[in-house]
């Protein structure tokens, strides 16, 4: 099977589509909890 786009999932804090199993970049949290801080806040 050749997929050029990865399987994403929503992220469930922010929304954003994200690996599975990964650390949402855009809100800093995973599985509900908030593990980093954002980086991209403005
Ligand atoms: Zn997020």
Redesign the pocket.
Known sequence: MKLSIPNLVA?G??G?R?RPHHV?P??G?YKGNLVIEPENLA
């Open positions: 992220c804090s922010c954003a994200i949402c855009k809100c949290h």
